[in-house]
């Protein structure tokens, strides 16, 4: 089974992962979230991070999602996964995205996931006005 760190700015990680559960439903092992606060040291952050990616890590591998690339949570993160056998960054992340990610981390490669994850979450971010207004035509 792959496993999922969220990282991200305030409670947004947390919020989102609540959101996620409440559409496929919870997940009881492998997901985590850090909650990145200004009330709280650098060190400490990337102490947190890094515990969550050595408790997660295993042999399916690891996927560590962000909020938005070149933010604080991405910055702590990066360094720390970077040569980091069997995990994957991605940034970004939107509530289709951890749909999709609860949804097949039984049946999918940790690289093969990672795909499928950023086309969701590419696919979920239109102009909705304009998708409906070309298939009606």
Same mark, same amino acid.
């Given at each position: ?50 515990? #969550?990616?050595? &408790?997660?890590?295993? /042999? *399916? +591998?690891?996927?560590?999602?962000? =909020? ?43 690289? #093969?996931?990672? &795909?499928?994850?950023? /086309? *969701? +979450?590419?696919?979920?971010?239109? =102009? ?10």
């Amino acid at each position: 089974m792959i496993n999922f760190l969220v990282v991200t700015h305030g409670d947004f990680g947390a919020y989102l992962t609540e959101a996620a559960e409440s559409i496929v439903g919870r997940q009881d092992q492998g997901v985590r979230v850090v909650s990145i606060s200004p009330r709280v040291c650098v060190s400490d952050l990337s102490q947190r991070i890094r515990k #969550a990616i050595t &408790e997660l890590g295993g /042999a *399916d +591998g690891l996927i560590l999602f962000t =909020d938005m690339p070149g933010g604080t949570p991405s910055n702590l993160a990066f360094p720390l996964v970077k040569d980091a056998p069997n995990v994957e960054m991605v940034t970004g992340v939107n509530l289709y995205m951890l749909v999709s990610a609860f949804n097949h981390r039984l049946d999918y490669t940790l690289q #093969a996931l990672v &795909e499928k994850v950023l /086309a *969701d +979450g590419k696919k979920s971010v239109c =102009d909705v006005r304009r998708q409906f207004l070309a298939r009606a035509r």
